[in-house]
């Protein structure tokens, strides 16, 4: 069909939207494809939803490949389902909650796993109705602290969310293979390189996880490559613990260590005034960094946890975040630490001279988690837990004994993968995401089926989403140039641009003719016919708009001679009209 810009809800804007921090929240506000509405929370326009409603469809032909039917549930959902899962409580300040006139709870639903799994336990009852996986395209609501980056990181967004149900392990690692191919071959046909890494499961629970990212350097996820091929988001890093050391002789020494507030001017001060049992001088790495955090848990529970990790590192938010969560994590108060008069500021350690301060055998009440690095055997240079005092040639294993091992210090380029090779760091973006989530919902929501021999057996699940509106703004990212937007033909909101320019009725009359003839062979056209506008107006938004291949009707008009111009390489020839068609439509 034909669309006349003439007539087309449409306004482009020549500068910038002042809250835009990326290319592609520009160049869609700016094109007329997006407006905000609030912080997160966007329009959609006449191009953008033809560009949205492309990736939908190649979603689509791709879930139908891989055996997967389309429902559709309501964003607003009662508060039951989640109350049985407990996600009411874990999902915490993240989730738009509401009541209606009757006082009765309601959510903006940011994921739909227990409806998925209530609608199937409504329906089926047997083995024999699954292997089954269905799946829907719905706006999404998550009360995100600081949205950002256009529709990269918003309030409100469209998302694809899968879920297959099985009656076995087997079935689940098939339909988990199945969905996981459909991905690959979505993002192979959107044109968008992606990294398949290893992924913590956060709320979502389950066992396996997997992330697809784009790399890029405006992602928010940080993800490890080794040259042995290994990858994972670096909240799912698995550092590579050493071997056991034997148990030295001897005793932990303390010192005195006045004006040492940060590690480097405690390592300064052991070189300068304590002699090291080993060779060569000391360093960060001798140290261990306790850190205490306070657990903020869904239930309102305040919990101070300890954490050590080597004092060459900090760390990381990110990795916390997911190895505590659902809990919240914040650095402990002057309130917390007046409680737990054990720990000495500045100075925390799990060894004094009056016996064990954190771990197994202390009574601090305090869970004391190390990093992987602290095995038993190795010595390391610590508070003392007195005021300005340090202890070197505490041992793990022999002065004290954690209450567990925690992955969550920073990773460094070269630090080694669980594959024996290095790593480096890489910015990308998460554009899609499975997980088998196993029984977790399907217990919690009572969802079992009869097996062969008439036994109650529970459904396992896997958990599959891609998101529409992120990968929108991730393509644009991808395809532009200084003019404007340059889409893919996968995606871009018409086949070709006509733009019909001059004074006289040559230009039009012709232009008229073309765009007849492109939509009698099965093209979709825009048709800047739009009178009084001049040709520079009208190229600029032709290249604003993106539309990859351009047809210009203008000063050869008089003579049947039209302009083909690729948006993407910027060519330009001067064919006869009728060839100009036979090659967009050929």
Same mark, same amino acid.
């Given at each position: 069909?034909?669309?006349?810009?003439?007539?087309?809800?449409?306004?482009?804007?020549?500068?910038?939207?002042?809250?835009?921090?990326?290319?592609?929240?520009?160049?869609?506000?700016?094109?007329?494809?997006?407006?905000?509405?609030?912080?997160?929370?966007?329009?959609?326009?006449?191009?953008?939803?033809?560009?949205?409603?492309?990736?939908?469809?190649?979603?689509?032909?791709?879930?139908?490949?891989?055996?997967?039917?389309?429902?559709?549930? @309501?964003?607003?959902? #009662?508060?039951?389902?989640?109350?049985?899962?407990?996600?009411?409580?874990?999902?915490? /300040?993240?989730?738009?909650?509401?009541?209606?006139?009757?006082?009765?709870?309601?959510?903006?639903?940011?994921?739909?796993?227990?409806?998925?799994?209530?609608?199937?336990?409504?329906?089926?009852?047997?083995?024999?109705?699954?292997?089954?996986?269905?799946?829907?395209?719905?706006?999404?609501?998550?009360? +995100?602290?600081?949205?950002?980056?256009?529709?990269?990181?918003?309030?409100?967004? =469209?998302?694809?969310?899968?879920?297959?149900?099985?009656?076995?392990?087997?079935?689940?690692?098939?339909?988990?293979?199945?969905?996981?191919?459909?991905?690959?071959?979505?993002?192979?046909?959107?044109?968008?390189?992606?990294?398949?890494?290893?992924?913590?499961?956060?709320?979502?629970?389950?066992?396996?996880?997997? +992330?697809?990212?784009?790399? =890029?350097?405006?992602?928010?996820?940080?993800?490890?490559?080794?040259?042995?091929?290994?990858?994972?988001?670096?909240?799912?890093?698995?550092?590579?613990?050493?071997?056991?050391?034997?148990?030295?002789?001897?005793?932990?020494?303390?010192?005195?260590?006045?004006?040492?507030?940060?590690?480097?001017?405690?390592?300064?001060?052991?070189?300068?005034?304590?002699?090291? @049992?080993?060779?060569?001088?000391?360093?960060?790495?001798?140290?261990?960094?306790?850190?205490?955090?306070?657990?903020?848990?869904?239930?309102?529970?305040? +919990?101070?946890?300890?954490?050590?990790?080597?004092?060459?590192?900090?760390?990381? %938010?990110?990795?916390?975040?997911?190895?505590?969560? #659902?809990? +919240?994590?914040?650095?402990?108060?002057?309130?917390?630490?007046?409680?737990?008069?054990?720990?000495?500021?500045?100075?925390?350690?799990?060894?004094?001279?009056?016996?064990?301060?954190?771990?197994?055998?202390?009574?601090?009440?305090?869970?004391?988690?190390?990093?992987?690095?602290?095995?038993?055997?190795?010595?390391?240079? =610590?508070?003392?837990?007195?005021?300005?005092?340090?202890?070197?040639?505490?041992?793990?294993?022999?002065?004290?004994?954690?209450?567990?091992?925690?992955?969550?210090?920073?990773?460094?380029?070269?630090?080694?993968?669980?594959?024996? =090779? @290095?790593?480096?760091?890489?910015?990308?973006?998460?554009?899609?995401?499975?997980?088998?989530?196993?029984?977790?919902?399907?217990?919690?929501?009572?969802?079992?089926?009869?097996?062969?021999?008439?036994?109650?057996?529970?459904?396992?699940?896997?958990?599959?989403?891609?998101?529409?509106?992120?990968?929108?703004?991730?393509?644009?990212?991808?395809?532009?140039?200084?003019?404007?937007?340059?889409?893919?033909?996968?995606?871009?909101?018409?086949?070709?641009?006509?733009?019909?320019?001059?004074?006289? /009725? %040559?230009?039009?009359?012709?232009?008229?003719?073309?765009?007849?003839?492109?939509?009698?062979?099965?093209? /979709?056209?825009?048709?800047?016919?739009?009178?009084?506008?001049? #040709?520079?107006?009208?190229?600029? /938004?032709?290249?604003?708009?993106?539309?990859?291949?351009?047809?210009?009707?203008?000063?050869?008009?008089?003579?049947?001679?039209?302009?083909?111009?690729?948006?993407?390489?910027?060519?330009?020839?001067?064919?006869?009209?009728?060839?100009?068609?036979?090659?967009?439509?050929?």
């Amino acid at each position: 069909m034909v669309t006349r810009l003439s007539s087309f809800f449409f306004r482009s804007l020549r500068e910038d939207p002042a809250d835009a921090e990326v290319v592609s929240h520009r160049l869609l506000v700016r094109a007329s494809y997006i407006r905000r509405q609030a912080p997160g929370i966007f329009a959609w326009l006449p191009l953008g939803l033809r560009v949205k409603a492309k990736v939908e469809q190649i979603i689509r032909e791709e879930m139908a490949a891989a055996g997967a039917q389309e429902v559709h549930f @309501p964003a607003l959902m #009662p508060r039951e389902p989640y109350e049985a899962t407990n996600r009411w409580t874990e999902y915490g /300040d993240g989730i738009f909650r509401l009541q209606d006139r009757h006082g009765a709870d309601y959510l903006l639903a940011p994921t739909h796993e227990e409806a998925f799994t209530l609608l199937v336990k409504d329906l089926y009852s047997s083995y024999k109705d699954l292997p089954l996986t269905i799946y829907q395209i719905q706006d999404k609501y998550r009360d +995100e602290a600081r949205p950002r980056a256009g529709l990269l990181r918003g309030r409100e967004f =469209t998302m694809k969310d899968a879920y297959s149900f099985d009656a076995s392990d087997e079935g689940l690692d098939a339909s988990y293979q199945a969905q996981r191919d459909a991905y690959e071959r979505i993002f192979q046909r959107l044109g968008m390189e992606y990294v398949i890494v290893k992924a913590d499961a956060g709320a979502m629970g389950g066992s396996k996880s997997e +992330e697809f990212l784009h790399p =890029t350097p405006i992602g928010e996820d940080t993800f490890v490559r080794s040259e042995g091929g290994y990858t994972a988001n670096v909240e799912a890093f698995e550092t590579r613990a050493p071997e056991a050391l034997p148990i030295p002789d001897g005793a932990p020494v303390v010192f005195d260590s006045p004006q040492t507030p940060t590690i480097q001017t405690l390592v300064d001060h052991l070189n300068a005034h304590v002699e090291k @049992p080993a060779a060569g001088e000391w360093t960060a790495a001798d140290t261990l960094k306790n850190v205490v955090l306070a657990l903020k848990h869904p239930d309102g529970r305040r +919990e101070l946890v300890v954490v050590a990790v080597p004092g060459d590192r900090d760390v990381d %938010d990110k990795r916390v975040e997911a190895a505590f969560a #659902p809990a +919240e994590v914040e650095a402990a108060t002057e309130a917390d630490f007046a409680k737990h008069s054990a720990l000495v500021k500045g100075y925390i350690g799990p060894w004094s001279a009056a016996g064990p301060v954190l771990g197994e055998e202390s009574a601090s009440g305090i869970r004391y988690l190390v990093d992987p690095r602290v095995v038993d055997g190795t010595a390391w240079v =610590t508070g003392a837990n007195e005021h300005e005092k340090h202890v070197h040639s505490v041992v793990a294993g022999r002065d004290f004994t954690p209450d567990g091992v925690i992955d969550v210090a920073t990773v460094r380029e070269g630090d080694i993968a669980p594959d024996g =090779t @290095p790593i480096t760091l890489e910015r990308g973006m998460e554009i899609g995401h499975v997980f088998q989530l196993g029984r977790k919902y399907a217990e919690s929501l009572g969802l079992k089926v009869l097996d062969q021999n008439g036994k109650l057996v529970t459904v396992t699940m896997g958990s599959y989403g891609i998101g529409v509106t992120r990968i929108l703004a991730a393509i644009a990212e991808l395809n532009n140039d200084d003019k404007g937007l340059i889409w893919p033909a996968a995606v871009a909101p018409f086949d070709v641009h006509v733009v019909a320019t001059g004074k006289g /009725d %040559d230009a039009l009359n012709l232009g008229e003719q073309v765009v007849a003839e492109l939509e009698a062979g099965g093209l /979709d056209v825009l048709f800047d016919d739009r009178p009084k506008v001049s #040709p520079g107006v009208k190229f600029g /938004d032709a290249e604003l708009i993106g539309v990859p291949q351009l047809l210009v009707v203008g000063r050869g008009a008089a003579d049947g001679q039209v302009e083909l111009w690729d948006r993407r390489s910027g060519e330009r020839e001067v064919v006869p009209a009728a060839e100009a068609v036979a090659r967009l439509v050929g």
